[in-house]
């Protein structure tokens, strides 16, 4: 398996960086740039943008070359693998790669519960009511601190995460700007994450491409710059956790002889699919994947994922050799994705393999002179 994730410079590393200029010891290594422009610049405040689904490839798409975030794009990097929110913001958010956070993907299996959860929401998949026997075990597997935790915790800075959906909710585009401007002019030196659930929400729904996506990039091009314009000694990073790729799908009802094989329903993601296998059906299931999917998927063996180091490296998290199931199905630069029971289908997706879903922009805004 060709892993085309880097983890030597990936989102999980520019939030290694952020940690270390912060006095925290990041876990995985930084990216050298990134400490370079701290020891020179030495901002007081540190802003992470994070626009959910803006991949590097969709923003060159849809802003013109002389854009405000173009012009401040300095490179593109990878997110981690696979490239959907729970895994890629957990990165963000930590510091840590999924095989460490265990944030493997949007619905995944929890062996001492025996169900697969999605995450995010503490339900079992495909059902809407807050699972128990999930909430009961959550903190002893997932509960991670986030970096601006870490860095309240210290004492010596200050750290703050905004979304439109915890404790430090913002209403809008424009309020969390706005809270952005307003915590910058405290006193002292800041870490700012901002989670901002766009141009994804609407991608799912109408397409990467679609007029009502690029509506929402330019707005927040020209809103970001706007706010630039009003902040001293700051550095904003603007970033994306995945990108996003326009899909037809695959309804897994519709092959009775490969549902046969499953245990369960399917985990991870409709574009990184996890297989549950019924023991000493593995060779049936895999010749009948192959016999119809091929074309669009590449099929990866249990062990060959763990040897992979798809995940990316560090200390194993608890669940992860079985939240993977027996098998584990990539689109690469297909557009099809798996639907099966519990899953939503969806005009676009991510988490596949393809350079519109992998790649992300790394957009700096030097405000410190």
């Avoid at 890629?88 to 958010?93: E, I, Y």
Wanted: charged content about 30%.
């Amino acid at each position: 398996m060709k892993v085309k994730n880097n983890y030597q410079e990936c989102i999980t590393n520019l939030a290694c960086s952020i940690e270390k200029y912060f006095d925290l010891t990041p876990t995985h290594n930084t990216l050298p740039y990134i400490d370079k422009l701290f020891e020179e610049k030495r901002p007081e405040n540190v802003v992470v943008i994070l626009l959910d689904g803006l991949g590097s490839r969709i923003l060159d798409r849809t802003l013109e070359e002389n854009s405000f975030l173009r012009k401040h794009k300095y490179k593109e990097i990878t997110t981690v693998f696979p490239a959907t929110t729970t895994a890629a913001t957990t990165s963000m958010q930590t510091g840590l790669n999924p095989i460490e956070h265990g944030y493997l993907g949007w619905n995944v299996y929890i062996s001492p519960i025996d169900k697969i959860i999605t995450l995010y929401l503490n339900t079992e998949k495909g059902k809407e009511k807050v699972d128990n026997d999930f909430l009961n075990i959550k903190d002893k597997y997932f509960n991670i601190e986030t970096i601006p935790d870490r860095i309240n915790k210290e004492g010596k800075y200050q750290g703050m995460g905004l979304f439109s959906f915890k404790e430090t909710q913002y209403q809008d585009l424009d309020d969390m700007l706005e809270k952005i401007k307003q915590k910058t002019k405290e006193p002292g030196k800041k870490y700012i994450y901002a989670y901002d659930e766009e141009p994804d929400h609407s991608m799912h729904e109408h397409g990467p491409d679609s007029k009502e996506a690029k509506e929402l990039i330019k707005e927040r091009n020209d809103k970001i710059e706007s706010l630039s314009n009003e902040l001293e000694n700051t550095i904003i990073f603007v970033i994306a956790d995945h990108g996003h790729k326009k899909v037809t799908h695959i309804y897994l009802n519709d092959y009775p002889d490969i549902l046969e094989t499953l245990k369960k329903t399917t985990s991870l993601e409709p574009r990184a699919t996890s297989f549950h296998i019924k023991e000493g059906r593995e060779e049936e299931f895999k010749r009948l994947f192959n016999q119809y999917f091929s074309k669009d998927f590449n099929l990866y063996s249990k062990e060959e994922v763990i040897e992979s180091n798809l995940f990316g490296t560090g200390k194993e998290h608890p669940l992860f050799k079985s939240s993977l199931g027996e098998f584990l199905a990539i689109a690469e630069d297909s557009d099809k994705c798996i639907i099966a029971d519990g899953d939503t289908p969806l005009t676009s997706q991510h988490a596949g393999y393809s350079d519109d879903e992998i790649y992300i922009p790394l957009i700096i805004i030097d405000k410190t002179s």
